[in-house]
């Protein structure tokens, strides 16, 4: 059974800027997760991040299709898996900017950093942790791989996905492209 999340963004950014934002480690560091990332076919490479309870977060991916600026897709192993999922965007510039389409794709059930709880790097960490969570009614306890095998858990970890990828896209993003000189 295929699970996907879809998520289509507009920036106003010309895709130059978006996909360096998607490309550069030192960007995908800053709205993502900390990683070794580099826009290159074939290159193996690791998210590394930490949830709010201080469980470290490691995924490990690798490029499997690029055409810059347009097009990127990488492979996603969260480490509680056993099936790597399908990470896939497509930029299209439009009047104004780039419209963003993110598919994540996996056939089994793919597991999100911290199971919906936002990834943090190690500077927003000791920055959070300072302050209260700015996802606090989205944010659930921590669940592990025994719930796996029951539907309905299923249907709650997309709905996690989909969170995290929308706090990563609609927040996390927006914020690095409006303040940086990418």
């Keep these: 059974m295929s699970q996907d999340v879809v998520l289509n963004v507009f920036y106003p950014h010309p895709p130059e ?3 360096k934002a998607l490309t550069d480690r030192r960007a995908l560091s800053a709205w993502m997760m900390d990683n070794d990332f580099e826009a290159c076919l074939g290159h193996k490479f690791r998210f ?5 309870s201080g469980q470290e977060i490691a995924i490990d991916c690798e490029v499997l299709e690029i055409e810059p600026p347009k097009h990127l897709v990488y492979s996603w192993k969260e480490q509680l898996t056993s099936e790597p999922s399908r990470v896939t965007w497509t930029l299209t510039p439009v009047e104004g900017g780039t419209q963003i389409q993110l598919r994540h794709r996996s056939r089994a059930l793919a597991i ?4 919906g709880i936002p990834v943090l790097n190690r500077a927003s960490r000791v920055k959070m942790s300072a302050q209260s ?11 592990t791989a ?5 539907d309905s858990y299923r249907v709650s970890e997309l709905l996690d996905r989909q969170i995290i990828w929308h706090y990563w896209l609609e927040q996390r993003l927006v914020e690095v492209l409006t303040r940086s000189q990418l």
């Design 112 to 115: 999100i950093p911290a199971f």
């Design 146 to 150: 025994s719930y796996i095998a029951d």
């Design 48 to 52: 590394q991040g930490y949830s709010f």
């Design 133 to 143: 969570s700015p996802l606090t009614a989205t944010t659930r306890p921590l669940r």
């Design 17 to 19: 800027q978006v996909w």
